[in-house]
């Protein structure tokens, strides 16, 4: 959902007058209220979260880094530069939390891991540029958002893991979307509207609210309860094959061979990332445990 938001975003910036502030705006304040009413409706513990100040205090700092930063240096990176430009540098989270993840706990990251993580890089490298580098032009507003982009991917993963571990996902992510909307609503407020939507725009704008916020924040956050920090992130990667094959669809990229390899390697990360030898399961749910404690 993240990749096909991504490509309709993309379209948005390239038809219409709409800006990376506004459309987040958007997409945070109406899910934000759509899931808060969900979970008023449902009889979820809203309130509670609010009540210890700790739990408070990082949910702000996911609502401000996580959610509103996270979503608005990614559009940054897509408008400054494009799609491609934008997955390759969000292919930098893993990376970005296994070494933080490493250096609170003072160890090497396992083998397997490291190893993974070069593979899935390559991979969404190869699957963006086609392996043409050299051709690759990227503007440095473009690097700029794209590296804020994975620092604050990397919190979206990370700050909200001890939330979820005692709170609903959906309060959590349900307040994390509204105080993003409320920052956000500041710089670009919703009833600002720009110029040159059409119908099919307004219809982008929908999905982008309803199926690449809301439900997939829903379905990523859940997913912390289970998976490691790196692990979520790893599996992220399908973003970029996602995008890439949408905007062969419909923004006319080419498609070479070396992308299908890109593919192959990116799957095999996340399955490598995922994969865990038989003795040596008990030492990494230690490790999990003790990274889930600290983040």
């Not at 979260?49 to 990176?77: D, E, H, M, N, S």
């Amino acid at each position: 959902m993240w990749g096909v938001g991504g490509v309709l975003a993309n379209l948005l910036f390239m038809h219409t007058a709409a800006s990376p502030a506004w459309l987040v705006s958007m997409r945070l304040t109406w899910a934000g209220i759509l899931l808060l009413g969900f979970g008023a409706a449902t009889h979820q513990p809203l309130w509670r979260v609010w009540q210890t100040p700790a739990k408070a205090i990082r949910l702000i700092v996911f609502g401000v880094v996580g959610v509103a930063l996270a979503q608005l240096t990614y559009l940054l990176a897509i408008q400054t530069g494009n799609a491609a430009i934008a997955t390759i540098m969000l292919s930098l989270v893993p990376m970005i939390i296994t070494g933080v993840v490493c250096l609170r706990q003072w160890h090497l990251p396992r083998r397997s891991d490291a190893i993974a993580i070069g593979i899935a890089l390559i991979g969404v490298v190869l699957l963006v540029t086609g392996g043409h580098l050299t051709q690759l032009q990227v503007p440095p507003a473009a690097i700029g958002w794209g590296a804020l982009g994975a620092v604050t991917g990397a919190a979206y993963t990370m700050v909200p893991r001890p939330l979820v571990a005692t709170e609903p996902p959906l309060v959590v992510v349900g307040w994390g979307l509204v105080i993003g909307a409320v920052l956000m609503n500041v710089v670009a407020p919703v009833w600002r509207i720009p110029a040159g939507i059409q119908p099919w725009g307004w219809a982008a704008i929908a999905f982008i609210v309803l199926g690449a916020t809301l439900i997939a924040y829903i379905l990523y956050v859940t997913s912390l309860t289970v998976l490691a920090p790196a692990s979520a992130a790893m599996i992220e990667n399908l973003e970029p094959l996602t995008a890439t094959l949408l905007s062969i669809l419909f923004l006319a990229l080419g498609f070479h061979r070396l992308q299908l390899l890109g593919i192959a390697l990116v799957l095999g990360g996340i399955a490598l990332m995922n994969w865990t030898p038989q003795p040596h399961r008990h030492r990494v749910r230690a490790s999990q445990a003790a990274a889930h404690h600290i983040s």
